[in-house]
């Protein structure tokens, strides 16, 4: 099958032949429909991510058909259209029986992990508790931009920040996460401000709901400027893109007892943000990671997509084919994409 490979990081991607993958007893085989193209691919190729052994192939965010069934898999069917989260739980450990199968202790990550879906057909494990049925209306497309930027949003500002309606959101990085963050929380109620060094990315945020934009390459002192726009600070702020000075002000922006909600990856040099502890202890301010999202917490988010409350169809910039994706993924570290990118041409 054909599959976009890499065996040394920040070396050559390629397109290549590689062998078909093999089905386990607890796990099917996936005809992949579409994939998205993520920052959090770009990292695994850098070398950031030490559960990728090489050679590898890439992608996490996936739609497809199941072409396979393993012999102890009782819930899908050949021919089922389905999606998935990019972490997926073992199903065992403490973390899963209790629900929490994001933070497994044993987890499986199609694409850092495993050998992922920027190919024809990839193998998922623990299939009856991962895999996710689309409802025939939800395009493989749509489904393949959740499968880690939205879901890890809607869990963020759905569960981790519980966010309610005429509370106020602070969003630091208009990239696919971002820009997910930005939609649910205008869809909850929330007044929303959106944080970016791109015009094009912040004029993007307006269309899906911002409220407020404020470029970050312009504005000197953005806390400052967050806390004057929402009266004293937000209740919820969302580092969507991982640096130590967007974590920093996400933290600094925040009223008294707010949360702020680490999404987007902070590796590298990056790894090791200063965080004013002073302000977290005097305003009881809340640090919460946020990990991607169970699938058995999808269908809240199906229902509201279903219904037109939420529109990640809109996120999609273009959509590539297989043949296109290694140069696109080299040049993920531009910053130059607006939206989500989707492989659907195999």
């Known amino acids: 099958m054909k599959a976009v490979y890499y065996d040394s990081f920040k ?30 691919d ?31 898999v009782k819930t899908f069917k050949k021919g089922d259209r389905v999606t998935l ?21 044993h987890q499986f990550q199609p694409g850092f992990t495993h050998w992922g879906a920027f190919a024809e057909f990839v193998a998922i494990d623990y299939a009856d508790i991962n895999l996710v049925k689309l409802p025939e209306n939800i395009e493989f497309e749509t489904a393949a931009s959740l499968g880690c930027r939205f879901i890890t949003s809607f869990r963020a500002i759905v569960n981790q920040g519980q966010v309610t309606g005429g509370q106020w959101v602070a969003v630091h990085g208009c990239g696919g996460v971002g820009l997910s963050a930005i ?36 504005v000197k002192d953005i806390p400052k400027s967050v806390m004057a726009f929402s009266d004293g600070g937000v209740h919820v702020s969302i580092d969507a893109l991982g640096s130590k000075i967007t974590c920093q002000n996400s933290v600094l922006n925040l009223r008294k007892r707010g949360k702020h909600i680490q999404i987007g990856l902070l590796a590298g040099n990056q790894a090791n943000p200063k965080i004013p502890m002073d302000k977290v202890i ?23 997509i279903e219904s037109g409350k939420l529109h990640p169809q809109k996120l999609i910039q273009k959509t590539i084919s297989l043949n296109e994706t290694p140069a696109e993924l080299m040049a993920m570290n531009d910053f130059q994409s607006l939206g989500i990118t989707v492989i659907n041409q195999f």
């Open 183 to 218: 939609m649910i929380s205008k869809a909850l109620g929330a007044k929303v401000i959106g944080i970016d060094i791109s015009d094009d990315k912040l004029n993007l945020a307006k269309n899906i709901g911002a409220d407020f934009t404020l470029n970050a390459s312009v």
């Open 11 to 40: 070396g050559p991607i390629l397109l290549k032949s590689v062998p078909y993958p093999q089905l386990n007893n607890d796990g099917v085989i996936l005809k992949v429909m579409a994939s998205g193209l993520c920052r959090s």
């Open 282 to 304: 005097a305003n009881e301010l809340e640090i919460i990671g946020s990990h991607g999202m169970q699938a058995h917490a999808y269908p809240q988010m199906l229902q509201m």
């Open 85 to 105: 989260p990019f972490v997926c739980g073992c199903g065992n450990c403490r973390e899963c029986q209790s629900g929490n199968q994001q933070v497994c202790d």
């Open 42 to 72: 770009w990292h695994g190729w850098m070398g950031h991510d030490p559960d990728i052994t090489l050679p590898h192939v890439p992608g996490h965010e996936l739609a497809g058909i199941v072409k396979a069934i393993g012999s102890n």
